[in-house]
């Protein structure tokens, strides 16, 4: 019996890693959807030669997606940088196909603030400025805290005697009034603490 560990190849530079998850995770193609004031979605397809990997292992954990130039064959460059890391959550897992020596699969990577979509609310907000409301509600009801988000605002916001929200998911709610007020949102990535920050 040999003691040779098994041989792996790699598909693609590119890496994928999830949080809890030890399989080996080749990418082979990946598509993006990014905009202002919109949460990214990033739909990585990848092998695995765990033909086992489950939504339990997967659904709801921190995961990255690091994007790396190609080694420069011309100057004899034989390590790889990563260009740009995307920080987010897995919130979908697709099999896509199975042979004897490995699965493919598909996961949707998207960043925390994209959860905010998933329950309606009703809540009146008095004497806060639009600012003060996204705040409140980042923290309060979403349990983020302040390396979760950032506001680089240059201007003061004024206070609103009463903000309602009747039967709005709360990323629908904070996108609109952001949008009233002209301040916009964007995804950046924190590579200390690994994770993705949302900036207003």
């Not at 040999?2 to 890693?17: A, E, G, I, K």
């Not at 990997?53 to 990563?82: C, F, H, R, W």
Request: aromatic share 8%; charged share 25%.
């Amino acid at each position: 019996m040999s003691s040779n560990p098994p041989l792996r190849f790699s598909h693609s530079h590119h890496l994928l890693s999830v949080k809890g998850c030890d399989a080996g995770l080749d990418v082979l193609a990946f598509e993006g959807d990014e905009a202002l004031s919109k949460p990214f979605s990033y739909r990585i397809e990848f092998t695995s030669a765990d033909h086992a990997i489950s939504k339990e292992m997967m659904l709801m954990k921190a995961a990255s997606l690091t994007l790396q130039a190609p080694v420069d064959q011309g100057y004899g460059i034989k390590v790889q940088q990563p260009v740009r890391v995307i920080q987010g959550m897995v919130s979908g897992l697709e099999r896509l196909g199975t042979s004897k020596d490995e699965t493919r699969y598909a996961v949707t990577l998207e960043p925390r603030l994209a959860l905010l979509d998933r329950s309606h609310q009703n809540a009146i907000y008095q004497d806060m400025s639009v600012p003060q409301v996204v705040e409140k509600i980042l923290r309060e009801r979403h349990g983020m805290r302040g390396q979760d988000f950032l506001f680089s605002l240059t201007r003061e916001y004024p206070r609103r005697e009463q903000v309602m929200q009747y039967g709005e998911n709360d990323l629908h709610f904070i996108t609109r009034l952001l949008g009233e007020v002209g301040i916009w949102f964007r995804f950046t990535t924190d590579t200390r603490l690994n994770i993705d920050v949302v900036e207003f």
